[in-house]
């Protein structure tokens, strides 16, 4: 077969504050840079759904055809802009090439400036271009919010099933597994929603309830006549009226699928309480962890969850930094954004006192910055490769680096932002996250990953940021009549 290959991926935070616009794309901030052609190949040896996709179709001998991969860090919505002259590189070489089949690699909640469904508009167009024979086989991240139009215009789509996002590849090996059986004859679909919107914290794989709903989805995958199942808990930031989780699957036999997602959907609203997370303040946080730390072997680690880079934070919110400063922690904190700090930081030299106002300068309400004097620990140029199981292999750029220290608080500051997944993050600012006593990081879950294996506790904690973790914080107007915000949580009613 002749399979056309594209990625485009965005998670949109419809309550953050910055846009993502083609700049944003082009550097990748935290992913792979912009990919076109067969440079998209040198993403086979990455943990992203392209790279399995294409190892896998490889293998087999078929032809492929690359178009563009590109993916931004989560913000507010994709400009029109960006999202237009993406979308046009891969239909234009879909209607040039003429492929026998489509593989893209999605997010699944993508909001653009001018579409509310971006993934639905992008497999609408591509089903209006290639015809109703030729199959689109679509990858989805674990948080995407899937729509009817997704649904209806893709042959078939396959999720995540880890969060941390550890079997991405593998994802795309299943897209490719996906296709033959597309090949092979036509796929019955089912889809169920859930009434209520999950948090992300509590979507953790590491965790129940999801650790033992995903157990489910793979025993259930292999009962006769069903190809393949998925669950999308969701990304309950997006404020439009597909928001929320959802099961589907596909298979040989309609009513095999239609009993296997039915019975899935119902173990996800079985376990509606336990999908509840509860937070502590960033002045908890810290006094459990210094307490926690006094005979504590390995790092005791916070996670900054509202200030999550990878869900639409903007990377440089100080709460939990001024409640370590007034309790006089001894901690590493990272990754702060403050592009301007690291310019003065840079300028004054290492070793040297730079006084400055550091973060708090997205606008995000009530988060005032750091005014104060620190020392220049470590400068470096921001360039690294991920060794953790999630993103591992892949190289990032988060601009010049610099560690800044305030007595026993080192704060690693960045010029990109970028959420803190990997250890490697850390070692740039000459930091050894397995020595710190306490280590905050700018992450919800995906730390976890590359973290938890080091961490003697980890504790969450509810700072300012635009990445809100109870959904029932945020100023809703545009939902699913009648879903619940949260877990047992209100249901929700459109504004008069």
Request: charge should be negative; glycine fraction near 8%.
């Amino acid at each position: 077969m002749r399979i056309l290959i594209a990625g485009f991926q965005h998670e949109t935070n419809t309550f953050a504050l910055n846009k993502a616009g083609w700049d944003n794309f082009v550097k990748g901030e935290g992913f792979p840079a912009m990919q076109h052609g067969e440079k998209m190949f040198e993403l086979a040896e990455t943990n992203i759904p392209a790279g399995g996709f294409i190892q896998a179709a490889s293998r087999d001998g078929h032809t492929l055809l690359p178009v563009i991969w590109t993916a931004a860090s989560p913000s507010a919505q994709v400009t029109q802009e960006a999202y237009e002259r993406i979308c046009q590189q891969i239909i234009a070489q879909a209607r040039e090439l003429k492929p026998d089949a489509v593989y893209l690699d999605l997010h699944g909640a993508m909001v653009a400036e001018h579409y509310d469904d971006g993934e639905g508009e992008l497999l609408r167009r591509m089903r209006e271009t290639v015809g109703d024979h030729t199959p689109i086989i679509v990858s989805l991240d674990l948080h995407a919010n899937v729509t009817n139009a997704m649904l209806h215009h893709a042959t078939a789509m396959v999720a995540f099933r880890t969060y941390p996002h550890v079997d991405m590849a593998a994802t795309g090996q299943k897209a490719y597994e996906l296709l033959l059986n597309a090949a092979n004859g036509p796929l019955i679909q089912e889809s169920a929603r859930i009434p209520f919107l999950i948090p992300i914290n509590g979507m953790c794989t590491f965790m129940e309830p999801a650790k033992g709903i995903y157990q489910l989805l793979e025993e259930l995958e292999k009962q006769p006549g069903v190809s393949s199942l998925s669950f999308a808990p969701g990304f309950p930031a997006a404020d439009f009226p597909e928001c929320g989780p959802v099961v589907w699957g596909y298979g040989s036999d309609g009513a095999a699928v239609e009993r296997t997602v039915r019975m899935l959907r119902d173990a996800v609203c079985n376990a509606e309480s336990a999908w509840a997370v509860e937070f502590l303040s960033p002045e908890e946080a810290v006094a459990q962890a210094q307490k926690l730390a006094l005979t504590a072997t390995r790092p005791v680690i916070i996670a900054d969850t509202q200030d999550n880079p990878g869900a639409g934070g903007s990377g440089d919110t100080t709460g939990i930094l001024h409640a370590l400063i007034a309790a006089d922690a001894n901690a590493a904190l990272g990754l702060l954004l403050d592009p301007e700090a690291v310019k003065a930081a840079i300028a004054a030299g290492k070793g040297k006192p730079v006084t400055l106002a550091l973060g708090g300068k997205s606008d995000t309400q009530g988060d005032p910055a750091v005014n104060d004097t620190f020392i220049v620990d470590e400068i470096s140029e921001g360039k690294c490769r991920f060794d953790g199981p999630m993103m591992h292999g892949i190289a990032v750029d988060v601009g010049p680096v610099v560690t800044l220290r305030h007595c026993n608080i080192k704060v690693v500051v960045s010029s990109v932002k970028s959420q803190m997944l990997d250890r490697n993050l850390f070692r740039l600012g000459g930091i050894n996250p397995e020595q710190e006593s306490i280590l905050v990081v700018k992450s919800s879950v995906h730390f976890r990953a590359d973290f938890q294996p080091i961490a003697s506790a980890i504790l969450v904690a509810k700072s300012r940021g635009e990445m809100k973790a109870d959904s029932q914080d945020l100023p809703w107007t545009r939902l699913p009549e009648g879903i619940r915000i949260a877990p047992l949580g209100k249901s929700f009613k459109m504004p008069c």
